[in-house]
DNA sequence: ATAACTGTACTATAACACCCAGTACACACA
DNA sequence: TGTGTGTACTGGGTGTTATAGTACAGTTAT
């Protein structure tokens, strides 16, 4: 469901927040639905459950998930997502894009990367 | 010339280098150009010699610069920046696009985002 | 030749983030 | 009652980051 790669330069709980938000971002688990558990997380992942538990704080910080103690961690809705969530990605999209027309890649092949709605990241 | 926050959670000398790499893409400095010494850099930002090389082994391995030992580090051709690179920000376009669009930015705001041309990004 | 500048390479130290192990508490649900 | 849940601690180990200091070899201008 998750994927961690210990050799990765990026910290495991950034790992495993990427991999969560990317669930409810792609639409794996809707908005309401229950996140896996701390503890089923840390077993499936063999991961210690105190980087999980970061993982999670992390991704709740975003807004992208909410948690009920004693009944879990579910997915909220996009609308609950904070707004510097937003102008920080607005802000990578630009720089991006600008760097690569400065590596010379036609505005064309940047667009049609904007428009392509695909799963296949790492 | 190059901004660095000492409160930032990015390591300084991701700082400089993202800073330096800022100027080359923005064509403040040109290719062959000469970028600033080690110990020039080091003395108006305040920050150890060793830092800002740590940066410029950085810049120079994504393919952005160049050094001569005795003459000093220059900017290098947009076509000698490698393919990683590329990929990389290939990867971080369409992720944030995919991303920006499941928060319910329309896709004419996103285009609009890349089309543009600033230099205002921190 | 001399002086000043350049990249580069070491050693050593301190501070911090990351990740782990272990334990514990309170709540929800069947 | 038992199980599963989020959450909160303490400690310890490890690697990264940034620092200070010293040193060497090459280039450039005087």
Redesign the pocket.
């Known amino acids: 469901m998750i994927e961690v790669d210990f050799r990765d330069a990026r910290?495991?709980?950034e790992q495993v927040r990427d991999g969560l938000r990317r669930l409810i971002i792609t639409g794996v688990i809707e908005a309401g639905e229950k996140?896996p558990?701390?503890?089923?997380l840390s077993a499936s992942l063999a991961?210690?459950?105190?980087?999980i538990?970061?993982a999670?704080?992390a991704l709740?910080q975003e807004g992208y998930a909410y948690?009920?103690?004693?009944?879990?961690?579910f997915a909220a809705l996009p609308t609950d997502v904070g707004e510097g969530r937003r102008r920080e990605l607005l802000k990578r999209l630009s720089a991006a894009a600008q760097e690569l027309r400065f590596l010379g890649v036609p505005e064309e092949e940047l667009i049609e990367a904007v428009r392509k709605r695909e799963e296949d990241d790492r």
């Open positions: 910290p495991i709980y996140l558990s701390v503890r089923a991961i210690n459950p105190n980087t538990q970061k999670m704080d709740e948690s009920v103690p004693g009944r879990g961690s």
